[in-house]
């Protein structure tokens, strides 16, 4: 049973490149959501989507970043013409169908994003 | 006004003693609390849940809800070396079409010193 899969773990991108990021959810989990952690800070809310939804982009940057979940195939958080200032951990996590109240996130594992 | 806080730390106990985690919360309809761990460089992982007022154990951990007081507690006993990291709190505030997005403390660091 695996869990949140997000490739790649690590990539390196020069100033102005696009970066993708990849998630695919736990079997049964159909809501994901992106975060971002810089060293030493807490984690930063971006989307929440469900398949084919976007349910929340509060903490999207207005530009520059954009995140989707297609009905077949992973999440991708994408930023195009990355900056210096991008460059953090990214972590993704999904939430069951169903359940209630009483589910939680399970976490991948992150992309670190270096931009050099 | 934050909605989850929680005091950064670092929380400093020695080995063997009990280490008391708090967080509090601005939401009085927040339905479900979670505690997470996260080691440095590492992803959160999920501890504890709790969603009725009281205790819940789980082996060394218990989480405690006070609803009337907003706040839910950690209390980690027999405290290890391996226990040091970084603990999240995360609230659900059970609102509207966004019911599952958990709203996030900022952490508390934890140091166990053996």
């Known amino acids: 049973n695996a869990g949140v899969m997000q490739n790649p773990r690590h990539l390196v991108r020069r100033r102005g490149q696009e970066a993708r990021l990849r998630c695919s959810p736990m079997?049964?989990?159909?809501?994901v959501y992106w975060y971002r952690q810089l060293p030493e800070e807490g984690l930063k809310f971006m989307v929440y989507?469900?398949?084919?939804?976007?349910?929340?982009e509060s903490g999207m940057p207005k530009e520059r970043f954009s995140a989707e979940f297609p009905k077949e195939g992973p999440s991708i958080l994408r930023i195009q013409q990355v900056v210096r200032g991008d460059s953090a951990a990214y972590f993704c996590a999904s939430s069951p169908t169903s359940g209630g109240v009483s589910y939680g996130y399970t976490f991948g594992s992150g992309t670190r994003l270096t931009v050099v | 006004q934050k909605e989850v806080e929680q005091n950064s730390g670092p929380l400093s106990v020695p080995e063997g003693a009990i280490a008391s985690l708090n967080c509090t919360y601005s939401d009085r309809g927040s339905q479900s609390f979670f505690w997470y761990r996260q080691y440095s460089g590492k992803s959160p992982e999920l501890i504890m849940f709790?969603?009725s007022n009281g205790d819940k154990e789980d082996g060394r951990f218990t989480a405690q809800l006070n609803k009337a007081s907003q706040y839910v507690s950690l209390l980690i006993r027999d405290s290890q070396p391996s226990d040091s990291a970084t603990y999240l709190c995360?609230?659900?505030?059970?609102?509207?079409?966004?019911?599952?997005?958990?709203?996030w403390g900022l952490g508390t660091s934890l140091a166990v010193n053996p």
């Open positions: 079997k049964g989990h159909s809501h």
């Open positions: 709790i969603y």
């Open positions: 989507l469900q398949k084919e939804n976007i349910i929340d």
């Open positions: 995360a609230v659900n505030i059970g609102r509207g079409g966004n019911n599952r997005k958990l709203i």
